[in-house]
């Protein structure tokens, strides 16, 4: 590549489809966007290819749904991203004086392997134990990147997969693992780019940031000279930024985040638990990004105590030893996962090969003042990658990171403040 580049350049290395007759065409000079995409919530990344196509490909191959795409690029002093897809769809097809316009959609060849094999059968050692050994059964070229979790089956309180896929199997004894270290319990289980992860959330916040970007009136920041410029320097330009979300209290309150109980009910027993949580009485349970709560839990400010009342099944054959372990799962897993949709931020950057979602990054915001043009302590700071979307179009390649916040830069309650006009607000 050249030694001068522009933020965004990219470079694509390999972009090939071969047909199910062995045909292997490239896909360089057909394609008009190519989107790869990363969830925290998605077992398996996907990736949607535009296309504008005079020679009507579809039919001269044909495509047909048996295909598979490699696609291999870079950006400048940077990593790669090399990734094997299968076709499973052809969408929004439309013609257009002889020009055929038309996406595919493509899917990892793990996920597609995933359906051929079902896991019925019985388990014993932690969920994060059978995950690597099901894993195992998928031969993946990626690894699983796994936190031991602190559940533990066996003997008659062992683990039955109930003829589930691999991957479905991963995802069903994320809801049975806990983790005595990261109370929340919420674990997850993704793909990104570079590997599979199974850990808690809350874990995923206590990494250190990849990087730092300066949005708002800093965006420019640190990237004077924009025509030749390393894409890895510490502040890169913030193309665009949105703030989703600053707080949900409607949504937290019907989903049981501010107060919660929950009775636990073995059947065979009828025995009952009880269990309460409390974001105002447990919040300092778990480790968050920041130091500060997000909001006041001292007393000053309104305390939302709704009464959201669940049942669960629970069962204990060995005598504290339950089957299901709801105490330690089912409200902790409830409070966090809502936790994390309080805070929520959209940025669009320069093409960042090497950020995947589960991430840390550093913000830093603006104050919107006239006068003032210093950090606001309140929302700078560490955010999770809860979503990314590769997007390379218009000759650019651009990130588009969907951040979640679960704490504040600042201790509340806040001071009073002095109005700009020196008087009091009426």
């Known amino acids: 590549m050249s030694d001068t580049f522009k933020l965004g350049d990219y470079n694509i290395r390999k972009f090939t489809i071969r047909s199910h007759n062995g045909f292997e065409l490239d896909l360089k000079r057909y394609f008009t966007s190519i989107r790869i995409f990363e969830d925290i919530l998605s077992s398996s990344i996907t990736a949607t290819v535009s296309f504008k196509d005079v020679e009507d490909m579809l039919t001269f191959m044909p495509i047909v749904g048996q295909e598979e795409v490699s696609l291999d690029f870079e950006v400048p002093d940077w990593k790669n991203i090399k990734l094997d897809f299968l076709v499973h769809k052809i969408s929004e097809l439309t013609d257009d004086e002889g020009t055929q316009t038309y996406n595919l959609e493509l899917i990892s060849k793990d996920f597609a392997k995933n359906f051929e094999e079902k896991v019925s059968e019985y388990f014993q050692g932690s969920s994060t134990d059978i995950a690597q050994t099901i894993f195992s059964r998928l031969g993946s070229s990626k690894s699983l990147s796994v936190e031991s979790s602190s559940d533990q089956y066996s003997g008659d309180n062992g683990l039955v997969i109930p003829n589930y896929t691999p991957m479905k ?77 600053n707080f949900d209290v409607l949504g937290n309150i019907t989903k049981g985040f501010y107060n919660s109980e929950v009775y636990a009910v073995d059947l065979l027993t009828r025995q009952v638990n009880n269990y309460t949580h409390s974001y105002w009485e447990n919040y300092g349970d778990y480790k968050y990004l920041d130091s500060n709560t997000f909001q006041d839990t001292t007393g000053q400010g309104m305390q939302y105590k709704p009464k959201n009342l669940y049942v669960v099944p629970e069962r204990d054959l060995q005598g504290g030893n339950p089957t299901f372990n709801q105490e330690k799962l089912f409200l902790p897993r409830l409070f966090y996962m809502q936790l994390m949709k309080n805070i929520k931020v959209t940025i669009t950057v320069f093409g960042d090969t090497d950020v995947c979602a589960g991430d840390v990054l550093e913000l830093e915001m603006p104050i919107y003042q006239r006068d003032n043009t210093g950090k606001n302590e309140y929302y700078s700071g560490k955010y999770l990658v809860f979503a990314i979307r590769h997007r390379i179009e218009g000759g650019r390649y651009q990130t588009d990171i969907e951040l979640v916040r679960d704490s504040i830069g600042l201790p509340l309650p806040a001071e009073q403040p002095t109005p700009p006009s020196g008087g009091s607000i009426q």
């Open 169 to 245: 199997s991963i995802s069903f004894l994320c809801n049975k693992a806990f983790s005595e270290t990261y109370k929340s319990s919420s674990y997850m289980f993704f793909e990104t780019t570079k590997e599979y992860v199974m850990k808690p959330l809350e874990m995923l916040t206590q990494a250190e940031p990849k990087n730092k970007f300066i949005v708002g009136a800093y965006k420019s920041a640190g990237a004077k000279e924009l025509d030749d410029i390393s894409t890895n320097v510490e502040n890169k330009k913030v193309i665009s930024f949105n703030f989703d979300s």
